[in-house]
């Protein structure tokens, strides 16, 4: 899910011109058959098809085809219409149109020109169900893969890439098919396993509602349209909170929605910028965010407002991402597993930000206020999941981590939505798998007296948060300027997705992403990093 | 890549002759980032500006002047010193992007003196980037008692004595010459704040009044009169105030401006009359015959040897910059630096000085009147506070002209009058 409109994007995707639109646009958009529609206009052959289950799916190549092919998947589409006047998704309908390059769904075909001008192949679905739909599109694709081929018998590799959702996607096909993919990337990664993602979206959801306003539902939305209703209500009411916290983020004043603990709180002098800052520190949001580097302050203001105000603005800008999607996650995964998948019983919210509230304490406003939110968080009432429901929505979102083919995480620091604590999970899992199969192969050597040392399958590559990039109106940050590096959801550049996609498909070609030394220079370049020692805390519920 | 056995132990035998070959160079750099063969490169982060920079600005100035004293005879085993200084305005967020920087950009060998709690957390906490590069952190400039944990914290050092400490010495101080008095107490609600409760609560001393405040208080300009009428409605006589500099400058001054007038016990962190009075919001005299506690002589001992070097390399590489706790701060963190990189030898990696500290650092000199706790267990600093009481040019003497040192650890352990015998001061100020 990216930060812009999508119906805005989605109405680029159809307006769009260049290299590859014409040919797009000539295809027939109602292949229903098993083959699918292909046109060829400028050395470009575009097919459009369906796969057995109705996912509609885009295959491009061009006349000079190098046998290359990489395989899209999009990341997080809502399975539900959203009301107009909901930020960030107001008017969008459920869309399934097929997706086959990222920067599509911005209007942006850089990537997918450079792909073609290169030679590669490129194909995507827009799969047949939106909201978790990895099973689907891990279907779609396997298929898609298979129409590849045989339209184009030339194929040789197939590298396979997604972002965000479109990752979870990616690495599921690679665990369970990976006689299909050669390579992989790995793009705003949410590779962590479903409890874990869940996990960190309800923490937040349900503190925000507890705090803020107890009348949001965020979890055991009904079934059908009735439960609809309740999302787009739970929606309208969380954004109007928000608002409010953000306009005590100076004054302390909570919203009038606040529960009778979040009111008792600020009679006591506890302002909201406190408890929306241990908000975002309890489930992990980062807190420095698209506009908020945390080391600016207005002038006049320096020191205390770095200090005291700004974890919070970067706590509210990220968290109306996350506020969003776990609306979105909730209904839909509660409708896919039949009961709530989201449980807060045993979760010891104090231990959790037991490191960070001493970093954060000016934000906080002291141990004090800190104990009074912490407090309210332990006697109110939790959520009880449904086992069955948690159980299923684990194999939604199914991904174990093993890694089978070489892989390219591309990873901003400061994600709020698919948090770098994703990549990190997979970065730890991988060093374990490493080290088994370095020890398999010195156990090996004994025998064979040659030793041939594992070749690393992953390469984390991260766009670290810039330094300084806030730029202040008056004594707030301004929004609509660009966003800082590193930070926000996959707004990775045409650039680096082609650095990505290049390292891949070098590493399916000849087995190895190159020397590392080149690697870096490579990556340097388009501002990310190879730093193989850095780290970020894995998420919250993947912590010890 | 395939490696053939006996291609290994060609290598090996290659890599002997290499490694001997080596061992009869002195002074040969093992690689280590920030070290050459000529050079050792440190990095600090601390506030240089913004409202918490007063008196802390002075520190690496201090730092340098003693590398630059140091390097002028001939630096340590052929090698000199130099710091890199990063401004963090007392910011944690600013303070990781300097460790950062001080760490990949300038290729800092170890950092030094990182200040202040929250800021040293985050750089050396379990996702800080001292922990995420293995550098070490060295003498950090904070009191709380957990960085004196080795398991946790393998790789920083802590120099000054623990809050909890501190406040086990004020308990015992407060028993011993105001028994049946009414106690108060002004803290900086934060792990500040909190180390200082565990010590007094440890100690046993109960307070009559408690007054907590925001831990934004580095930048308070003024204490509200709420804080001084609650000292006074619980007929506190004595208060103690735990709390940084600004907010004890601000106490001080709105005490004086509503005539109360207890028996004030300050803080290390808040008691520096330099800093006190370089804010120019009170005058220094408002804090004569409050108590205050130091673990080094008092900046205007020029009879202590300790001190009577520092003045005079401040003199000459320091120029223009009054001497006072924070230049003695600084100066002792380079000293006890510069001890460790003698003691880990010519191969000096991150590893061997962390090693060299525990195995010898207890017996650095340096003017701590209180014995250094480090040991291949322990990386706890100085242990211990004498207290004295403040004139009215903000100097502190010692309670009866004698420095009588109270040493205790941040556990249970009683508070005792230490017979720590310090080391002396090495010829010339130097390592030996």
Redesign the interface.
């Known amino acids: 899910m990216n930060s812009k409109n999508i119906k805005t994007r989605l109405l680029s995707l159809l307006s769009i011109s260049g290299l590859v639109a014409g040919v797009v646009v000539g295809v027939p958009s109602s292949a229903q058959a098993a083959d699918p529609q292909c046109a060829t206009a400028n050395f470009v052959t575009s097919c459009a098809g369906t796969t057995s289950d109705s996912a509609l799916y885009t295959m491009v190549a061009p006349a000079n085809f190098n046998g290359t092919v990489l395989i899209w998947s999009h990341g997080l589409r809502p399975n539900i219409d959203i009301p107009a006047g909901i930020p960030k998704f107001g008017g969008y309908t459920v869309n399934k149109a097929a997706e086959f390059a990222p920067g599509l769904s911005d209007g942006d075909l850089t990537t997918l020109n450079a792909l073609i001008a290169k030679g590669y192949g490129v194909a995507g679905s827009g799969f047949s169900r939106q909201g978790i739909n990895v099973t689907e599109a891990v279907a779609a694709n396997v298929e898609l893969i298979a129409a590849f081929k045989k339209q184009f018998p030339t194929t040789k590799k197939v590298v396979a890439w997604g972002g965000s959702l479109g990752t979870q996607i990616t690495q599921t096909l690679t665990e369970l098919h990976p006689e299909l993919v050669d390579a992989a990337v790995l793009g705003c990664p949410a590779t962590a396993p479903g409890a874990a993602m869940i996990k960190y979206f309800g923490d937040f959801m349900w503190a925000f509602k507890t705090l803020f306003d107890p009348s949001i539902k965020g979890f055991g939305y009904s079934e059908g349209a009735a439960g609809r209703a309740e999302a787009y209500l739970d929606m309208q009411k969380f954004f109007v909170a928000l608002s409010k916290v953000s306009a005590g983020t100076v004054s302390g004043a909570w919203p009038d929605t606040s529960s009778a603990a979040g009111k008792a709180l600020e009679a006591a002098g506890v302002p909201s910028r406190s408890a929306m800052t241990l908000i975002a520190l309890i489930a992990g949001v980062p ?2 965010s698209e506009h908020v ?3 600016a302050s207005p002038v006049g203001l ?3 407002f ?3 105000y ?1 974890p919070a603005i970067a706590a509210t800008e990220n968290g109306a991402t996350v506020g969003l999607a776990s609306i979105l996650l909730m209904q839909d995964g509660e409708t896919q597993a039949g009961g709530i998948v989201f449980d807060n019983k045993a979760t010891d919210y104090a231990a959790l930000v037991e ?1 960070d509230r ?5 934000a906080l ?5 800190a104990d009074a939110i912490l407090g309210v968080l332990a006697a109110s009432p939790r959520v009880t999941g449904s086992a069955t429901a948690m159980a299923k929505v684990s194999k939604l979102l199914p991904i174990t981590g093993k890694i089978n083919v070489p892989t390219v995480l591309l990873t901003a620091e400061s994600d709020q939505f698919t948090v770098a604590g994703t990549a990190q999970f997979l970065i730890d899992s991988y060093k374990v798998q490493y080290a088994a199969v370095k020890t398999a192969a010195m156990n090996a ?1 004994k025998k064979s ?5 594992p ?1 690393s399958k992953l390469l984390p590559l991260w766009e670290k948060t810039a ?1 300084n990039y806030t730029v202040f109106s008056g004594s707030s940050p301004d929004l609509t300027k660009p966003a800082g590096r590193g930070t926000g959801h996959c707004l990775f550049t045409s650039k680096q997705w082609l650095v990505a996609a290049d390292l891949a498909i070098a590493a399916a070609n000849k087995g190895s992403f190159g020397q590392s030394g080149t690697v870096a220079t490579t990556a340097r370049k388009v501002g990310l990093s190879s ?1 193989s ?5 894995v998420m919250r519920g993947l912590q010890g | ?5 006996r291609k290994l132990i060609s290598a090996s035998a290659v890599m002997a002759a290499v490694a001997l070959a080596a061992s009869v160079i002195p002074a040969q750099a093992a690689g280590e980032v920030g070290v050459t063969k000529t050079s050792i490169k440190f990095g600090m982060t601390s506030p240089k ?4 920079a007063p008196g802390y600005e002075k520190i690496p100035g201090a730092v340098k002047a003693y590398f630059d004293y140091v390097n002028d005879n001939g630096g340590i085993n052929g090698r000199k010193l130099s710091l890199v200084h990063r401004d963090d ?6 303070a990781v ?1 300097n460790a950062i ?1 001080l760490i ?1 950009t300038d290729k800092v060998f170890a950092l030094l003196g990182t200040l202040g ?2 800021s040293t ?2 750089i050396v ?3 800080g980037p001292a922990t ?2 293995k550098v070490p952190t060295l003498y950090v400039n904070t009191g709380f008692s957990g960085f004196a944990d080795k398991k946790k914290y393998p790789n920083t050092i802590t120099l000054l004595p623990s809050y909890v400490m501190e406040a086990k010495v004020i308990a015992k101080y407060i028993k011993d010459k105001y028994p049946n008095k009414k106690i108060g107490i002004v803290y ?4 500040f ?2 180390d200082a409760l565990t010590g007094f609560k440890t100690a046993g001393l109960k307070f009559d009044v408690s007054v ?5 208080s ?2 308070v300009a003024t204490v509200p009169p709420t804080w001084i009428q609650k000292l006074k409605t619980g007929g506190a006589e004595v208060v103690v105030m735990f709390g940084v500099s600004s907010a004890t400058t601000a106490l001080l001054g709105t005490a004086y401006a509503l005539s109360y007038k207890p028996q004030w016990i300050l803080a290390s962190i808040g008691g520096d009359a330099t800093t006190i009075a370089s804010s120019k919001k009170i005058p220094v005299s408002f804090m004569a015959g409050a108590k205050g506690l130091s673990f080094a002589p008092s900046p205007n001992d020029s009879k202590d040897e300790y001190i009577a070097k520092f003045m005079e390399i401040n003199a000459k590489y320091n120029p223009g910059v009054a001497f006072d706790n924070n230049i003695v701060a600084g100066m002792t963190t380079a000293f006890l630096t510069a001890q460790a990189v003698k003691a880990a030898g010519t191969n000096l990696t991150r590893k061997s000085i962390v090693a060299a500290i525990e195995k010898s650092g207890s017996t650095f000199a340096n003017p701590a009147l209180a014995p250094l706790g480090y040991s291949t267990s322990s990386h706890v600093g100085a242990t211990g506070y004498w207290v004295g009481t403040y004139d009215a040019t903000g100097g502190l003497d010692p309670d009866d002209n004698k420095y009588t040192v109270y040493t205790t650890d941040s556990g249970s352990a009683p508070v005792v009058v230490s017979t720590y015998k310090r080391p002396a001061m090495p010829e010339k100020g130097l390592p030996k």
Not at chain 2, 212 to 216: I, T, V
């Open positions: 807190l420095r580097d945390g080391n320096e020191t205390a770095e200090l005291g700004m490191e001493d970093i954060y304490s000016a406003g002291g141990n004090t206020p050597s007296r040659v030793y041939t040392a070749v330094e730093d020692k850095f780290r970020v805390p | 890549m395939q490696i053939n056995r500006t913004g409202a918490a305005q007392y910011v944690p967020a600013t992007q920087k990949n709690t929250a957390k985050a906490g379990p996702a995420v590069y900086q609600d934060d792990d704040g909190k907590p405040y925001a831990s934004l580095q930048g």
